[in-house]
């Protein structure tokens, strides 16, 4: 489980214009000033990796214990940075991608000051979601089949099917036989999509 | 590169070197001691060879040469693992005076963070680094798993004056007294043995010592006894130059002189021997011990054979004993043995050997799982290959590979870990690999804070120097090693790091971690008890906004703290707390302008500037000649600063923002001023540069000092969480001289006074007053000359109404006060909404309101009825001999009307002058600002129509409709402006108003009709009026029957301004009204000529009125409304302070002449009866016809008949047809429905006609076109005849008339006034009967 995510997205003047904690473990004290810290340190590393790839995902450039900072950095020089603890590159990717774009979308607004702090709740609310989102597919593909017996994983397994592509190619012969007679029995279990949120 | 040359080749050659053994009697130490030295480190500074040539033959034949050498002496006692507890100790008292004297040095200013200073690493790091990471090396000494550290010879010293001393020789080497490492067998007890014979030269002769040693010489052998003979210098101590022990001894005294007693031949003797240990025994026997070793290897390892056989024997052992140290390995097993040649090997410089060696052994250690072992070769190839300097992935895959093997051993191989890690580290920064460095730095970090403090600092050093340098990961690092260094309480070392972190984080917009490096400062340092540094650093994060709320009450609650420890109140020059915005700064100060209100000052200069622009007179902006050059200069300098005047209040507003979410409390908010006399402010200006660049916070202090000379008022406030408050501070200089705002201090929690500079931080002022704003220099807007006391009037207007109903009407009243002595002159007053205030005259002050609206019997004043006194410019000048001193206020009505609804802002601006001339300001102004809200009340509209029945007659309808949620009215009384029209109602009042009252959202409609009552053919400017009938009333008569006078002042001056802004709005559409107009003009001019004559009587401005009067006249054919409604007293809502007593609607140029300037009724029996039997009925009709336009018009009237075929009709058809393209001739666009004289209708009119067929045909028996000119406002009759064949009923409204007025050469082509006109006969029905 994606227990601790700090995203943060910093300028190409280095000053963090957005932050936010998107783990869902219960915040301590001195979390904030540590992942700040870390993301801080971390820019020294993306400020030469940045140049040696064409590609904007730079991947995981950091750790600092069991913490690992990847980094998207965009066209313009903004780095879109993600302190984690669970490893998910897929995910994490695609979460940079959709937080790309929003961002474009918010560079777009005339009345954003490109460098600025963004505020607009609207681009919290759509970041958070993402975040839990993915936060939600961190969680998954590493204990799958673990969870198989457990009907709720099963619902859980449709999902992550759907969604996620590159799961399908390991995990369906042992995932979807178990699927199929589970299916049956909890249809209505199934069908509650409540159970998610 | 050498690697011998590199830190870590230096070291290597220096700690991994053979190791004496010295093994000494108490009375050799008792003779050394008397130079205040040990025998060994007697010996020691003479142990290192830099200068030696000694050939080197190992296991190949090819000899070579070493010039360095080294060899570590070590009493027999020491040569074990060092204690740990001892060590560590040492090691903290290390860093603890470290820190201490480096806490000291280093000044309290924080050291800017410079990319071009760090580069050299000596100059940065501490150098106690080198000192530390040295002891931890030899904290991992003498272990029984690696062999450099195993002596390789030892040294037995006797002194000539011991008894016995062969025997004591031979006790000495006693193995009970031996160290561990030979006694457990992890070496060889047989090694090298050195007699030596120490001889205390003070003692007397060498005699003695000389037979001694040659005993020695017969027992031991004669290459292994030596003699020694020291302290030869006799009586006076010596000094020596530079002493080769000092480096050596770090606690000794400066004042004890180190081998004071040894004469120079004594430490060349000395000299000699170790060279001649060294050269002639140790390596020899070193070289003689690797051949040796080497055969044996050779015979047992080399070779396929053998190697097939260790891998079958190891497989058999596999299943043995799987400790955690693996097997243990006797000194003369083969792998001990191959260990021993390596590091011999090594220390000879024979590295190929050595690693040959290693190699082989390495994989034997992994099989048995020897894993320390393991371990240290797999750290000693690494060493090897880096001083073979080949292979560098190599050595550095060894080195990390001995790392974690020593890691995983746990507590067991924390020191050697702790060793490989620096070996390893040193090996990366020797290759520049400074990042790589760090992260080993990191890794070494263990169970102990203390030393992972020091490596965490020691790594931070790293990144820094790196290249690129990473400075983020420095500061990080930094503070990761502070907080270490707090845990084991090394405070001081936990500022140094914070500090020098500091420099990197200085600046940066990383909120969260700025609070953090600041906060922890802070506290340390008020730990320290130097609280004022520590206030300095918590300051800097008093607002943090971003923080939880349990955060920010610690971050405030230990600052007050910190504060209240430093017993005085603190003033800090830029507290954060709360925030000042900057951008909501205004100054308010009346220099010639004053304000009556705080919304008049902060109404925006350019609306007043354009109120007063034809009010205050304008000075001339450049003056005349050079005569003016004094004044000139004055003026310049009175432009330049603003000008308030003694005893009036300067007034500054500022926005105090609390950005924390817990209640600040804030006392004690002053302006800080300075003030100074005219004269010296020139003087004090330059001082005051120089004082505040030196010290800012020393200067404010001075200036908030009491002075007599101003009065600052003072504002205590509690700010919540998130709070904004705007503050009014004022400050009121009571003498002439330069006034000087510098900023705003204020008291936090009663203990730390603020300062806010308001010039130094922010250059960029938002002042509302200033015109220049460009040219001024900063300084100069906060600075004010103040000038000598002068009037000032105050002035409010009473019972204005916040809110009112459209229409309201009410009277005012100005009330004018002066309170000075000094009297004014010369008021003038405008106001910018004429629409809904006006300037009354002085008797309306003792008329009764509203009674003096209405019209008296006896019509006295009919002067003004004629010649209202409606003001075209909107400047009142209040009458000369007006003059307001004292305590009797200048009372003035004003009448107002809420003309529209909306909220209306108000502006008045009156304007005086000061009669004392000599004073800089001549005239001021006083600005009055209100606002007003107007609710919708009635919504009146009109409709007129033509009457049918009588020519110059129409017909009124008019709507009303109570747009008010709750009010109800009372329509009272309709009025038609000017003297020529009558109204009258069709109905009586009663049954259309059966309750009297319009109830909220009621509406009515009731008819009037209209009759001009014009009777007039000539221009002129006074129109005779005969009194009509132009005001109805629309109520039922009562007893208090009183009717409005609309023609009286305020209605008319009113109704002016209503007709003002509605003509615009019926302007912007096409109207008949610029005919008019067009007219006024030429009656104008004509007037012109007429009154020229009479002489010099009339005015421009009365020229003005007429032509506007005439303007008005000419609009004939429009016609102005007033509807007078009275609000039903019991019904007004009680949320209006002051219910209105009259409202008045207006609406003008309201169009009657819908058809043209022509109208016409045809005039003619409506029944008849005729005999047909005897002959057609021929019938006679008349056509009245009316010129309303002002010029003779030229009117064609066109008969049709039925049966005259369509040619006439189509010939009608083409006309009408071409009418959109508005091309030249008959063409009518009036757009009247019931005359329906569009193209289509033309066309079905005859047909629909055709198609009755009851309806027998007539003809137009008259002429069938007549054409008329037709005077101005005059009538003619046309007579017209009809022939009828049958009974029945006739429309008559087949004719046509056209009109068309001359186009008098003004042929402008945007003339919209319409030229021509077609008009079709309207239905008129007549029945022709059979007569009996």
Known sequence: MATTACFIIVSRNDIPIYEAEVGVAAKREDAAQLHQFILHAALDVVQDLAWTTSAMYLKSVDRFNELVVSVYVTAGHTRLMLLHDSRNDDGIKSFFQEVHELYIKTLLNPLYLPGSRITSSHFDTKVRALARNFGKLFLLPRDLTAMVDFPLSIVLCTRVISRRPCLESYMLPKVVPLLVLQFVMLTDLVLDDQLFD | MDPAMTPLGKMLLEEITPVVMVISTPAVEETCLKNGLS??????????????????RTASDQPYRIHKFKLRLFYGSDVKKPNLKVAEQQLKQVITDSGEKVFSEKCLDVPEFNHEVTSSEDRDTPSWFQFFNKELVRMASFSDHEAFDHPVACLLAVSSKDEHPISRFVDLFNTNKLPSLLKDGAMDPKILKHYLLVHDNQDGPVDRASKILTEMRNTFGTSDSLLLSINSSLGVPIKHQDNPWASQIYDASPNQDLGCFLSIDDINEIKDLMQDLSSKHIIPNMEQKIRLLNQQVSATRKGFKNQIKNLWWRKGKEDGVDSLNGPTYNFNSIESQIRVLGDYAFMLRDYELALSNYRLISTDYKIDKAWKRYAGVQEMMGLTYFMLDQSRKEAEYCMENAFNTYLKLGLLGQQNATRCGLWWIEMLKARDLYKEAATVYFRICGEDILHSAVMLEQASYCYLLSKPSMSRKYGFHLVLSGEQYKKCDQIKHAIRTYRSALSVFRGTTWSYINDHVHFHIGQWYAALGMYDVAVKHMTEILACSHQSKTTQELFLSDFLQVVEKTGRTFEVTKLQLPVINISSLKVIFEDHRTFGSSSAANTKEGLWHSLEEDMIPSFPAAKTNWLELQSKLISKKHTLSNVCVAGEAVKVNIEFINPLQITVPVSGVTLICKYSTSSDALASDEKELSVKSNNEVDHFRDMSSYNSSFLVSEVDFSLGGGET?????SVTPKEVGTLEILGVRWKLSGTIVGFHNFELSHPKKNIVKGRRKAKQPPNEKFKFMVIKSIPKIQGSVHSLPGKAYAGDLRRLMLELKNPSEFPVKNLKMKISHPRFLIIGNQENVKLE?????TKKTDSERSSAHTNPNIMSETIFSFPVDTSIQGETPLSWPLWFRAAVPGDISIYMSIYYEIEDISSVIRYRTLRLHYNVQVLPSLDVSFQISPSRLRIQDFLVQLDVVNKTSSESFQVYQLSSIGQHWEISLLQPPDTIFPSQTLMAGQAISCFFTLKNSRRLSTVEYNISTTPVRSDVLLVPQCSQDLVYNSNNVPLVNFHHYERLQQKVLHESAPSRLNCGIWLALIAVSNTFIVLGLKGDELSPIQILRISLFMMDLGDLNTVDFVLISRPLNNSINPGLSDPPHVMSHHACH????????ISWLVDGPQTL??????????????????????????VHIDTIDFDRGGGHINSVNAVSSATPDNQVGWHDVTPVNELKVTSNTVETQPGKALSLESVSPYIWSGSSSTSI??????????????????????????????WKLPSKGLGNSDETGQHSGKCQGYKYFLTVLQSP
């Open chain 2, 1269 to 1298: 000119h037709l005077e101005p406002m005059s009538s003619a009759e046309i007579p017209l005849q009809i022939c009828v064949f049958s009974p029945g009923t006739y429309d008559l409204s087949n004719y046509f008339l056209n």
């Open chain 2, 39 to 56: 025998f060994l480190q007697m010996l020691t500074p003479f142990c290192s060879f830099n200068n030696i040539d000694v050939p080197v």
């Open chain 2, 849 to 853: 309101f509203p009674g003096c609206l």
């Open chain 2, 725 to 729: 408050t705007m503050v009014q501070l």
């Open chain 2, 1150 to 1157: 309201l169009s009657t002449a819908s058809t043209g300037p």
């Open chain 2, 1169 to 1194: 009866h005729h005999d047909f039997s005897t002959s057609f009925c021929e019938i006679n009709l008349k056509m009245h016809l009316y010129n309303s336009s002002g010029t003779t018009a030229f």
